[in-house]
């Protein structure tokens, strides 16, 4: 198993500041494949999440159940991305996160599963972009790249009418799904993944339009845990001030909790917002509102 010595190679949280125009956000350890931006001030901005696969120009959002919105990076650079003038991801004066992530560079084409997809793979830190085009039926299988089976499974239609974005999580199991633009609860249901845990090559469609709608366009990003670098599991909130302590073996830069078991909001929590505990500033996946503490 490969170790990540130098962690910020593969991913790291960036702040800046929009200005109204075109600016290039630069300084990272690498060449980023999927770029997540958040604005932190009140004014309904939402998350704009792009990635090398759909290319320059265009981008998802995580609040919102839309089709691909025109907006977004104008480039993949060396070590950032550039960005246009859209106020969701550069408004003028406005602060913003940005977390970012390495995959493999240009996608290549996958057979591993019956409908053939486009990867951006690093196996090393455990992460892949995986496009694919529906075929319209249940049982379906989608190669992505990791070789080994991912814990978490984000994934949105990109084009056709209004979608959900369907989560996948190992703690729950493919007989389970969350929404990641909602704040319901997990929904048992065979209709996102078919009742079939991914593997190591795959990872199974059922028959919702919302993940294998037939001649509609798809993205998905999966992550798998690596040993100190990253972890995704479950625990039982107390209650109390003093939360429940999660062992992860390692410090973690970068947090993102739902609970499963009730509705509530997505919560991304980050060591640049806050450089040191505790960390109380808190931006929503699901949400276009303002950080808060």
């Known amino acids: 198993m490969a170790i990540i010595n130098k962690p910020s190679e593969h991913f790291e949280t960036k702040l800046y500041t929009g200005n109204g125009s075109t600016q290039s956000i630069t300084g990272l350890d690498f060449a980023p494949d999927f770029f997540w931006t958040k604005g932190r001030a009140s004014g309904g901005y939402h998350n704009i999440l792009c990635n090398l696969i759909q290319g320059t120009g265009v981008c998802l959002s995580s609040n919102l159940t839309n089709a691909e919105l025109a907006r977004g990076v104008t480039s993949f650079n060396t070590d950032g991305v550039s960005l246009d003038s859209n106020a969701d991801l550069n408004g003028n ?157 390692f410090k973690p830069a970068f947090i993102m909790a739902k609970c499963s078991s009730a509705v509530g909001d997505w919560v991304i929590t980050d060591v640049k917002r806050n450089t040191y505990n505790p960390l109380s500033k808190r931006l929503f996946p699901n949400q276009s509102i303002a950080e808060d503490t």
């Open 93 to 249: 004066g406005i602060n913003f996160a940005s977390w970012n992530w390495k995959a493999g560079g240009t996608a290549v084409s996958n057979t591993d599963g019956t409908i053939t997809s486009s990867v951006s793979s690093n196996p090393t830190a455990g992460f892949s972009v995986v496009s694919y085009t529906g075929g319209g039926s249940a049982g379906a299988t989608i190669g992505h790249g990791l070789g080994v089976k991912p814990d978490m499974i984000l994934l949105k239609r990109r084009d056709g009418i209004a979608s959900n974005w369907a989560v996948y999580h190992q703690s729950l199991g493919a007989t389970k799904y969350l929404i990641l633009n909602g704040t319901n609860a997990s929904t048992t249901s065979n209709t996102r993944w078919n009742d079939v845990e991914p593997t190591p090559p795959v990872f199974t469609l059922g028959s919702s339009g919302d993940v294998s709608g037939s001649g509609e366009n798809f993205i998905a990003y999966c992550f798998a845990e690596k040993k100190g670098y990253s972890k995704f599991g479950s625990y039982i909130g107390n209650g109390s001030a003093d939360g429940t302590f999660v062992y992860t073996g």
